[in-house]
C-alpha cells in the first residue's frame, strides 16, 4: 500500500521558516510525482509545489516563489519544503499526494493525485 506521511507544521511569526517533510512508501511505478497542497479555512485546496521521482522537474506557485524551496532525499524517501519568509496568507493545512506516473511538474490540481498523506497544520501569527 502506497502511504505518505506529513510533519513539521507549527507555529511560527510572520517572517519566520519551517520544514515540511513528507515520507512515502509503496509505490512501484518508476515515475511519479509528490505535491505540496495548502488549504486554508474557506479555501479551495491549491498546489503550491510539486517534484518528480527523478527530481529533474518541479515548480513552485508564484505566490511562494523566493520564498519556498522543494527537493527530496531519495535514501530517505522524503520530499521536503523549506519555507522562509511566512506570512499570515501562507497559514493553511498542508498535504503532500502523489500523481503516480507523471514524468514533468505542472501547477498540480487535487484530482489528478491519487494519494494523500494527512495534513500538517502551518499557522502564521505574530
Known amino acids: 500500500d502506497v502511504q505518505l506521511q506529513a510533519s513539521g507544521g507549527g507555529l511560527v511569526q510572520p517572517g519566520g521558516s519551517l520544514r515540511l517533510s513528507c515520507t512515502a512508501s509503496g509505490f512501484t511505478q518508476d515515475f511519479y510525482a509528490i505535491s505540496w497542497f495548502r488549504q486554508a479555512p474557506g479555501k479551495e485546496r491549491e498546489g503550491v509545489a510539486c517534484?518528480?521521482?527523478?527530481?529533474?522537474?518541479?515548480y513552485l506557485h508564484n505566490s511562494v516563489k523566493g520564498r519556498f524551496t522543494i527537493s527530496k532525499d531519495n535514501a530517505k524517501s522524503t520530499v521536503y519544503l523549506q519555507m522562509n519568509s511566512l506570512e499570515p496568507e501562507d497559514t493553511a493545512v498542508y498535504f503532500c499526494?502523489?500523481?503516480?506516473?507523471?514524468?514533468?511538474?505542472?501547477?498540480?490540481?487535487?484530482?489528478?493525485?491519487?494519494?494523500w498523506g494527512q495534513g500538517t497544520l502551518v499557522t502564521v501569527s505574530s
Open positions: 517534484i518528480t521521482n527523478s527530481g529533474k522537474s518541479t
Open positions: 499526494a502523489v500523481d503516480p506516473g507523471r514524468l514533468w511538474c505542472v501547477r498540480p490540481e487535487a484530482y489528478e493525485y491519487d494519494y
